[in-house]
């Protein structure tokens, strides 16, 4: 995601919210004491020194540790009842079982980037499993595959990654603070998507407790299951503990540019261009666009700058004549480019600020939280230049000072694979991807409407130029005004195919047999979590 590019009192609103809950937490359940003996009973290791009640002095800034969207950050939000912070597997274990007998329900936080806030919040009562524990990372550069734990962060397994090789990487996001655990299990796509596909393409195991406290790996959860928790969202299913993935390579020396062009210099033309050649590129070539508000160069006025923002798997005398001859409109030269090691790469395409070293890739929260809203689209056939010209619009008014949109470019490996191989269903036909990104400042969240019916109105203006029947969607974008279930437990599948079948298209129908198989009493269950089959 984008920096914000004012700064905001992001510490002094933390620290008055955090006043604010220590006073205003209530208990929603009436059965604490007996969910605390349960757990006492199942002897699980330690599990007091990782349990969080509204009571302990550190519940406060346990809770706000990881949380990434502060739209969803307010004295009046419901609170959980209880925080684990589980280092062991067994502590889950234990936690999964009690929190099912006393009729809490279950948010697993990884990162804590959900877009809508549901790793860390439910109307109805119910706990935190938070994974940042969870965050060991092993390697095997010789046969090319690693276990990590669930709580890992992208950017620390970068940067192990490279500590072990610099040519062996993993095809997954750019932000470095997004936990591995919703980024693998939603798809989770970065850079290599056309030469790699998606992180979900790439994992060989996992290993999750299912709602009766199993642990089950790949051979005893069976490929159904270990199909749904690829691209699926796990926290449908469970708790995913550890996923081994297969790593892989990189050449010693990349290449990265980004060049930047308004409208006075002929962004507008180039973007047109760029749809017909992007997902045609050779499939080392990774160039997307990032559109945000910006100055004129012909006096002081608003229009919209095009970043053209690239990596290629190689050097620059091999870049170079590629882009002569895709996309010659560009005018890529050789100063425009800079060759980098892999993890290098890496820190460029990141969000943390301007300075960062390497080491930074493996800080928690690098960066000020701030309140943002999202929403995602794929496009199947260029769009028109009216059609473009309609959408610059919109970056004129004051609520777009700090949006973006994102094109992100397909084709390649990803044309390849086919839409049922897992549940993400975003394959071949799909030219390019739109994250639409919008945030604000304001401290107390006090204006939030303004921005989020910008985006809405971005959202409903760009339909005629997006895939259709269904209208696709992306889960690691999670967007609530898709759909949601109901409240408690009884959501039908024709309900939740209103948003269902965005996320996965055809492989909907197969997540919700998964569901109703391993998972019967739907008991790992939030606003888009995947229904079982009612009778």
């Given at each position: 995601m984008k920096k914000m590019s004012s700064s905001t009192p992001i510490l002094s609103t933390f620290f008055?919210?955090?006043?604010?809950?220590?006073?205003?937490?209530?208990?929603?359940a009436q059965n604490h004491d007996e969910f605390l003996?349960?757990?006492?009973?199942?002897?699980?290791?330690?599990?007091?020194?990782?349990?969080?009640?509204p009571q302990n002095y550190s519940y406060t800034s346990?809770?706000?540790?990881?949380?990434?969207?502060?739209?969803?950050?307010?004295?009046?939000m419901p609170k959980p009842s209880f925080i684990f912070t589980p280092s062991f597997e067994s502590q889950i274990q234990a936690i999964v079982l009690c929190s099912k007998d006393n009729n809490f329900e279950i948010r697993i936080r990884s990162g804590g980037h959900d877009y809508e806030g549901l790793s860390y919040s439910s109307k109805l009562p119910f706990v935190i499993i938070d994974l940042k524990n969870l965050n060991s990372i092993t390697i095997d550069p010789e046969n090319r595959f690693a276990w990590v734990e669930g709580g890992v962060l992208l950017g620390d397994l970068f940067y192990q990654l490279a500590k072990k090789s610099p040519n062996l990487a993993f095809p997954s996001g750019l932000c470095p603070t997004v936990g591995v655990g919703g980024h693998f299990s939603g798809g989770g796509y970065g850079t290599l998507l056309r030469k790699y596909g998606i992180?979900?393409?790439?994992?060989?195991?996992?290993?999750?407790?299912?709602?009766?406290?199993?642990?089950?790996?790949?051979?005893?959860?069976?490929?159904?299951?270990?199909?749904?928790?690829?691209g699926g969202g796990a926290a449908s299913f469970g708790v995913v503990t550890r996923w081994k993935i297969a790593l892989v390579e990189v050449p010693d020396i990349v290449t990265v540019f980004t060049v930047n062009k308004t409208l006075d210099e002929n962004a507008h033309a180039l973007v047109h261009r760029w749809q017909f050649v992007a997902d045609k590129f050779d499939r080392d070539l990774f160039v997307r666009i990032l559109i945000t508000q910006s100055n004129s160069s012909k006096g002081n006025k608003t229009t919209i700058q095009a970043s053209f923002n690239s990596i290629f798997l190689g050097k620059i005398d091999r870049?170079?004549?590629?882009m002569q001859e895709s996309f010659p409109e560009l005018g890529l030269v050789e100063e425009d480019c800079m060759e980098k090691k892999w993890i290098e790469a890496v820190l460029y395409f990141s969000d943390l600020p301007f300075g960062s070293v390497l080491d930074d890739l493996t800080k928690r929260n690098p960066n000020p939280r701030t309140y943002y809203k999202a929403k995602s689209d794929y496009v199947r056939a260029p769009i028109s230049e009216n059609g473009l010209l309609g959408l610059w619009e919109f970056f004129k008014e004051d609520e777009a000072k700090d949006a973006q949109l994102i094109f992100a470019p397909y084709g390649g490996r990803m044309s390849e694979i086919s839409e049922y191989e897992i549940p993400f269903p975003h394959r071949s036909g799909n030219i390019y991807e739109i994250q639409h990104l919008v945030y604000w400042d304001e401290e107390g969240n006090k204006n939030a409407q303004r921005y989020i019916d910008w985006i809405t109105r971005v959202y409903e203006?760009?339909?005629?130029?997006?895939?259709?029947n269904p209208r696709a969607a992306y889960l690691n974008y999670r967007d609530l005004d898709l759909g949601v279930n109901k409240e408690g437990n009884n959501t039908s599948y024709e309900e939740a195919s209103v948003w269902g079948v965005k996320y996965f298209k055809g492989n909907f129908e197969r997540l919700v047999r998964v569901k109703n198989e391993v998972d019967p009493s739907n008991f790992f269950r939030n606003e888009q979590s995947i229904p079982t089959i009612l009778a």
């Open positions: 008055g919210l955090s006043f604010l809950f220590s006073i205003s937490c209530t208990i929603m003996e349960c757990l006492n009973s199942r002897n699980s290791y330690s599990i007091s020194e990782i349990t969080y009640s346990t809770f706000l540790f990881s949380i990434q969207n502060i739209r969803f950050v307010s004295p009046s992180s979900a393409d790439n994992i060989l195991d996992a290993r999750i407790v299912n709602a009766n406290g199993e642990i089950l790996d790949r051979k005893s959860m069976g490929e159904d299951l270990f199909w749904a928790i690829r870049l170079i004549p590629i203006y760009i339909t005629p130029f997006v895939s259709k």
